[in-house]
Each structure stands twice: as structure tokens, then as C-alpha cells.
């Protein structure tokens, strides 16, 4: 929260002028999210000041920027699609469809926030160390392309003009940085290109056509309960995007929380955001506005434009808000190739490129997992590719593991000691039952676990099922250094069990 006794002068000058710069840079891109769901940009506006204005007082991390964003506007885009095809099919078109659509992409708003509440109040924050890096390459690529991609529809129809408004664009948007980093580049390509097209009449797309703000002029965002809220049928089919949404936006949200971290120098609270991020979300979705999440590119500015309170992120969210209230006619004559041509540079700037150097290097399941997870982004969504990169890199991590060594020596003629070394878990089943002679062996054998671990109940139950063989077979066995807790699971086991001074402490994962 708030603590104006930790403002000095300097502090709130910093904040005030940085959270403004961000204002006016949240716009273009807001605007543009929204039109890759397919909706009133006016809606991705509304996102920008609430979930702005509530993680800002709320997050994990003084001074991070949220709104909407790509990642999430992606998915929301599987959902709008859904919904109007289901409309269509009951006869309701028009202005009433485009209500209906905005009613579904409301409720996940709301059980997205609800989803992320949880992941806060759980405390799951933290397994966001889970995501193996080649994984988070994968997925930011992906995302890059997917962006990329969902410009190219802005293009039909349209003339050379609107090749050569993107290309300037992407031209100041790519040199102007490189001399001054006091005026936001986009701001700059909006405010030269709006004006020549404005006052030389030419023809080209502009937000107006598209949508027009004006409507919206003076006008706040105003409370209201979505009608498929209390809608089985429509809670059932918007759960699975609100899911996605929900771990999507965690995710951008916890990795952008990381990178600040590491810019300042300081730790912020990754559950303290999950939910900052989630009673925004449920806001947005009782606001009239579509979900989103922390945007790394925003907040990047903002920090570096001295911009490190929780001041700087409430100006950026209430001066967008006045922006937009007061200057909506302004930004119906934007032409929309400026905005496309900002979406393509957000969409290189997003893309790891050194991935491809790392590429050569990594070992190739980590290769193999970021390529995975960057064609899962591209053909179905952002979750379930992350999901998918962790459970592959989990999976690869078992098999290079999926090995226990054995080595083995006589005492005397009638007894032999098998001395394990590795971790006995379901994946190491089969070379630990291999590494036993049980035909062959002397009348004692003695298995010395002090190198190795037993990780699960599937070892447990590898170690009751060998005792049991040994057993059939009229010879004794001894199990030496097993932790309490794996004494406690056994079954079969037990009567074979000596107890020595320095048996380990480990606890062993169970499920049952």
C-alpha cells in the first residue's frame, strides 16, 4: 500500500512525471490488444486503468505497470471466436453479438481473478521457478510470433499507404531510442504520422473506422454484473480459457516481478502480485473491461524512467483514464498502421534472439523443449505450451536420472553386499529390480542404501516386492540404512530392516 512518510520531494516529482510518460505510451498498445480480440478498443483502455490502478496499490512490486496485454488477448481471442459462433447459432447478431461476445470475455475476467486469488493465498506463487528456462524462451517466442501473426488481418483490403505508415513507424521506432529516451518512440510515431495523415487528407485505416471513441467521451468505467455470471452452461465453457488466462497472466506477471527484481535490486512478493493481479482481474470483469496482467515493457519504462513507487504506477493508470475521458477524438484519427507497426516492433523486442545461440549450446532436450513450447504458443495457446514445457523438462529430468548404480562384493562365501548409489523413484524401478543376481546369490544378502534415496512409494514398493523374491527363495536379507520414514511406508520389509546410528533423515513422497 501507499506510505507517503517513505516519499520525499525527488520521489514524487520522479514518480508523477514517469507514471505520465507511461500514460501516454499504455495507449497504442491497449488499443491494439483489443483489436486482436476483436472488440472496442475502448474496453482495453478500461483494462489499463483498473487493473492498473488496483496492482498498483495492491502488487507485489512497487512501481510494475499491468494492462492488457498479448499474451492474455491471444487466448481471449479462442474465447471471442467460441462465443460468437455460439450466438450466431441462436439467431442473435449485430450490436447485441458484440454485447453478448463482451459478456463471456467479462466472466473470465472474473474466474481468472478468482483462480489467481487462490494461487496467491496458496502461496504458489513461488513455483514459478518451476518453468525451466528453455521453456521461457519457447514460450516468449512463441508469444512474439503469435503477435506478429494477428497484425496481418489489418492489411486487408487496405492500400500501399498502409505498408509505407507501418514502415515509417517501425523505423522511428527502431533509431529514435538510440538518440533520446525522453519521449516514448511510439508516442512519437503517433502524435508525426497521426498529423501528416490528418492534415494532407490521405487515405488510409484509422481507429475511428474501426471503432469509434468518441461515444465514450467523459465516460468512466461503471459497475455491472455480467449476465453469464450466473450462466452454468456459459461458466462451463469459459473455464478452460479463464484457466489459461489465469496461469498465463501469472506467469508474464512473475517473470516480469523476477526482472524488476533484478533491475532494482530488490525482492518483491510473488504471492502478494497473484493476488493483486487476481482482485483486478475480478474488477475488470465487474468494470466492463477484459482481463490482463503486468506488461514487462511498460514496466521496464517506467523503472528507467525513475519511476520505482507505487505513485508512479497509480498516475500511469488515472492519467490514462483522463487521456482517454477527455481526448477521445484525438484517438479516433490515429491511423491504425501506426499501431500495427508499433505491435510488429513489440513483437521483435519480445522475441529472445540470443535463443537461437543458446540453441547450439543447450542440450537437445532443452532444445527440443523450447521448440516444443514455441510451436504449442503458435497453434493453441500460451498455457497449455508453458504446461507442456515443464512436464517434457520433467520428463527429461526422470529419465537422465532413471538409474540407480549398484556395486556389489562378497564378505564371506555365504554372504554379498549390494551398495546402491542414486535415487530409487519410479523411473529407477527397473534398473534397481536388474541389478539383483536372486538365483545365484548366497544364503545372506545385505543392501546398504546409504548412497541412495528412496524418493517415492514406487521404490518403497520395488524394495517390498525384492524382499519377498529373496524370501521364496529360503534367503536372508538384510536392508541397512533406510530413513525412519521409509521404515515407517514399508510393508513387506519391515522384518528385515537393522537400524544403525546413522541412518538418514529423508522423508519419502507418498500417494497414499
Not at 497509480?314 to 482517454?324: F, P, R, S
Amino acid at each position: 500500500m501507499f506510505n507517503i512518510k517513505n516519499y520525499t520531494r525527488d520521489n514524487i516529482k520522479n514518480d508523477i512525471l514517469s507514471g505520465l510518460v507511461v500514460a501516454v505510451a499504455l495507449v497504442p498498445e491497449a488499443i491494439a490488444f483489443s483489436f486482436i480480440v476483436g472488440i472496442n478498443p475502448i474496453i482495453g483502455l478500461y483494462t489499463a486503468f483498473i487493473l492498473g490502478l488496483v496492482t498498483a496499490i495492491l502488487g507485489g512490486k512497487p512501481g510494475m505497470i499491468s494492462g492488457a496485454t498479448g499474451a492474455v488477448a491471444v487466448v481471449l481471442t479462442g474465447l471471442a471466436v467460441e462465443a460468437t459462433v455460439m450466438l450466431k447459432s441462436s439467431g442473435i447478431s449485430g450490436e447485441a453479438l458484440s454485447i453478448g461476445v463482451l459478456q463471456y470475455i467479462f466472466l473470465a475476467a472474473i474466474l481468472a481473478g478468482i483462480i489467481q486469488v487462490l494461487f496467491g493465498v496458496l502461496k504458489f506463487g513461488k513455483f514459478i521457478r518451476l518453468v525451466p528456462l528453455p521453456a521461457i524462451y519457447g514460450f516468449v517466442n512463441g508469444l512474439a510470433i503469435v503477435i506478429a501473426m494477428a497484425q496481418f488481418k489489418f492489411f486487408e483490403g487496405q492500400n500501399w499507404i498502409m505498408y509505407v505508415v507501418v514502415a515509417i513507424t517501425m523505423i522511428i521506432m527502431y533509431y529514435l531510442p538510440k538518440y533520446t529516451k525522453a519521449i516514448p518512440a511510439g508516442l512519437v510515431a503517433i502524435v508525426l504520422l497521426t498529423t501528416i495523415v490528418y492534415f494532407a487528407n490521405i487515405d488510409t485505416l484509422l481507429i475511428g473506422n474501426l471503432a469509434n471513441l468518441s461515444e465514450f467521451k467523459g465516460q468512466l468505467p461503471s459497475f455491472g454484473v455480467p449476465e453469464t455470471l450466473f450462466s452454468w452452461s456459459a461458466i462451463k465453457m469459459v473455464a478452460p480459457y479463464a484457466v489459461i488466462v489465469a496461469l498465463v497472466g501469472l506467469i508474464e506477471s512473475l517473470l516480469t516481478l523476477a526482472v524488476l527484481d533484478e533491475m532494482s535490486g530488490t525482492r518483491g512478493s510473488g504471492n502478494k502480485e497473484c493476488i493483486a493481479q487476481g482482485v483486478g482481474n475480478i474488477s475488470c470483469g465487474f468494470f466492463g473491461a477484459m482481463p490482463g496482467c503486468a506488461m514487462i515493457g511498460q514496466s521496464i519504462i517506467n523503472f528507467s524512467s525513475g519511476g520505482l513507487g507505487r505513485l508512479s504506477s497509480a498516475t500511469a493508470a488515472i492519467g490514462l483514464m483522463v487521456l482517454v475521458a477527455s481526448l477521445t477524438d484525438l484517438l479516433n484519427i490515429i491511423p491504425v498502421g501506426v499501431l500495427v507497426g508499433i505491435m510488429f516492433m513489440v513483437s521483435i523486442g519480445t522475441f529472445e534472439w540470443s535463443s537461437f545461440g543458446h540453441l547450439k549450446k543447450m542440450p537437445k532436450s532443452d532444445a527440443f523443449v523450447m521448440v516444443v513450447v514455441t510451436i504449442v504458443t503458435i497453434l493453441f495457446d500460451l498455457a497449455i505450451a508453458v504446461i507442456l514445457g515443464v512436464i517434457i523438462s520433467a520428463l527429461v529430468f526422470a529419465w537422465k536420472h532413471a538409474k540407480i548404480y549398484t556395486r556389489s562384493y562378497f564378505l564371506d562365501s555365504d554372504t554379498k553386499v549390494y551398495e546402491l548409489d542414486g535415487p530409487l523413484f519410479f523411473g529407477s524401478v527397473e534398473s534397481f529390480n536388474s541389478a539383483f543376481d536372486i538365483e545365484h546369490d548366497p544364503k545372506n544378502i545385505i543392501i546398504d542404501f546409504k548412497n541412495a534415496r528412496v524418493m517415492d512409494s514406487s521404490g518403497v514398493e520395488a524394495i517390498d516386492k525384492l524382499t519377498q523374491k529373496y524370501e521364496k527363495t529360503g534367503k536372508k536379507i538384510t536392508l541397512r540404512h533406510l530413513s525412519n520414514d521409509c521404515k515407517a511406508v514399508l510393508k513387506q520389509a519391515k522384518a528385515y530392516v537393522t537400524y544403525e546410528e546413522d541412518d538418514p533423515e529423508y522423508k519419502v513422497a507418498r500417494d497414499y
